[in-house]
């Protein structure tokens, strides 16, 4: 693998460069590309942050994030991928990924398939701590914005450093971006405790009909179309949901299943123990060993009955 000051010195002699995020966006996805951008602007590159799918308004307290593109436009020296363990989470902008001569992935997941021609992928809690080890070697100045940003996606990523993902190096990370003027309260506020009403409502229905497998080492929770059309809730707003199932005692490993149309299925796993990202790779899809996520077609039970029986063998 390329070492970091290696990247650094091929990242300085590219002429125009567009960071992309993945399909979903998520703060640590955001936050290394607006950051990466922030600063290779600095080192005299012209960079800019896209994104397939429309960034949640949640995201807006930052100023960055209000200015990733949805189009790719232009001639670019270099395509580089954030936070993308494979080219599909690229969305629209994986064909043109895939076509270009020169393209980079940096990322934590070891999942990771080094789609890319040039891959820095470091398994860590976040790829924002890859980045911010990245700007070091950059020698750019890391402001209070860039700060902002890295912290973002270290708070994100680790549910604001409660995952066990969490490493001293985590801390000390984040101590350094504390430091160079980042607002954990703020972030925190923003990512985690900030919610509308109708997310509350659909919070409590969901809640209200967890379901349990393999002795209770299971909880599923479900989001149907009905119930985001009931509340008036979006998908986006159900970060954090699988999160709160995983407090409840004797819970090994938390599932949530979101019908995203009809006869298919998002499924999020999360788990203190057991390798979910095996269990996600049966189904073609990957991620982290305590956190991970596939898709699943057919009928509601069936898919429910696929993926806690996939689960059932990876627990003790
Ligand atoms: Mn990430």
Sequence with gaps: MISLNGLAEKLKGEKR????????????SLGSAAALCAALEKAGVEAETYCSDPVPEKFFFLEQFRSVK??????YSALIAMDCADIYRLG?????????????SIDHHVSNSRFAKINYVYDCAANCENVYKLIRALKVDADKNICNLLLTGI???????????????????????IEGGADLNNIYYYMFSAQSSRRAKLFGDVMSRIRYFSEGK????SVMLSDLKQTGAKADETEGFIDFIMGIE???VGVCV??????KFKISLRSKKADVNAVAGIFGGGGHVLASGCQLQGEYEEVIDKIT????????
């Design 92 to 104: 629209d902008a994986a064909a043109v990924f895939a076509a270009h001569k020169n393209t980079y």
């Design 155 to 177: 708070s994100t990523d680790t549910g604001n450093f409660r995952h066990k993902n969490v490493t001293p190096e985590t801390m000390r990370i984040a101590a350094d971006l």
């Design 70 to 75: 949805q189009k790719l436009e232009g001639e």
């Design 250 to 252: 004797g819970v090994e």
């Design 17 to 28: 460069v567009a960071l992309i995020c993945h399909i979903r966006p998520d703060g640590d």
């Design 218 to 221: 299971t909880a599923v929770i």
């Design 309 to 316: 029986s996939a689960v059932n063998k990876y627990l003790d």
């Design 258 to 263: 979101m019908e995203i149309s009809a006869y």
